[in-house]
């Protein structure tokens, strides 16, 4: 993978990491437990997953008819995709865009980390076939800022998760253990 990229990967794993780490000092029981409000900790994951899944579901789809076809980033995508680093990064709290639906809650952790790693495969391949002159285009629609590039979209799926990650403290404060 090309080292502009490699960077961001890196980053997305260990946030990946992060998260899963928080989780398995948790009682199983506790993973699909939901607070009085909010999600659980598997509505979470699953949400995050559905995301990452779109999203690179949308870049394989935007880019099969060549990546010379698509625009190019430029002023206005880098100051949209800062803007929503930059509220993913507050501790405000916003509902999911309306594209993505209810998480079930039917899934076990062990479910959902086996689905997350493929899905990172998947992802890590089609990373992999980009060539680095292509790094600029724009290949995905986030709901709330628009087109970004492929760094661009990296950057926000780490920041997603890393938003996420409060969430998680929150509801074990509201399970009490």
Excluded: C
Excluded at 9 to 16: A, D, F, G, I
Excluded at 34 to 58: D, F, K, N
Excluded at 71 to 98: D, V
Excluded at 152 to 170: S, V
């Amino acid at each position: 993978m090309e080292t502009n990229l490699e960077t961001r990967w890196s980053n997305l794993n260990l946030s990946k990491k992060k998260f899963l780490d928080i989780l398995t000092s948790w009682p199983s029981e506790k993973i699909q437990q939901q607070p009085a409000q909010g999600w659980s900790a598997s509505q979470v994951i699953e949400h995050i997953l559905t995301s990452e899944t779109g999203t690179l579901g949308y870049m394989k789809k935007k880019s099969s008819s060549g990546w010379a076809t698509l625009e190019i980033a430029g002023f206005e995508q880098e100051k949209n995709s800062q803007a929503l680093n930059t509220r993913l990064a507050s501790s405000e709290r916003f509902r999911a865009p309306s594209v993505l639906p209810e998480p079930s809650n039917k899934f076990t952790l062990q479910q959902l980390e086996t689905t997350w790693s493929a899905l990172r495969n998947e992802l890590e391949e089609f990373l992999s076939g980009i060539d680095p002159i292509h790094f600029d285009k724009l290949v995905f629609r986030q709901p709330a800022a628009g087109m970004l590039n492929i760094t661009q979209t990296l950057e926000f799926l780490n920041n997603h998760i890393q938003h996420h990650i409060p969430q998680l403290n929150r509801i074990r404060e509201e399970l009490k253990f």
